[in-house]
């Protein structure tokens, strides 16, 4: 399937830094994280299925790519304002990050 450039126009991709993870009580996949998207974007709520992969300590810190213009969701009960992208390769999942100097809500091109 080929895909056009004009398919991607529409996401709004940035870069964020997570600001709090905590777990989302019922579910042993899923933490609610705080990412700081920049001044204009401000801070976001995300919920994501990484408990799997990840401790909370290890994610406070990363610079990661966030779609900040994704449709609001309420996953068990509480609202998730985006979604990081990650990469996942049979029982593996990394998250797709930037280097630390870049800023908090860059656009990503």
Request: aromatic share 4%; proline share 2%; hydrophobic share 45%.
């Amino acid at each position: 399937m080929e895909v056009d450039l004009k398919d991607f126009e529409g996401l709004d991709l940035r870069v964020g830094e997570i600001v709090k993870v905590e777990p989302v009580k019922g579910s042993d996949r899923l933490f609610l994280m705080e990412v700081d998207i920049g001044d204009v974007r401000g801070v976001r709520r995300t919920v994501a299925g990484l408990r799997p992969w990840y401790k909370a300590e290890e994610l406070i810190g990363r610079k990661v790519i966030f779609l900040a213009n994704l449709e609001e969701a309420t996953i068990r009960g509480v609202k998730s304002e985006g979604m990081l992208l990650a990469a996942q390769n049979k029982d593996t999942v990394a998250l797709l990050t930037v280097d630390k100097e870049t800023v908090n809500g860059a656009k990503i091109r």
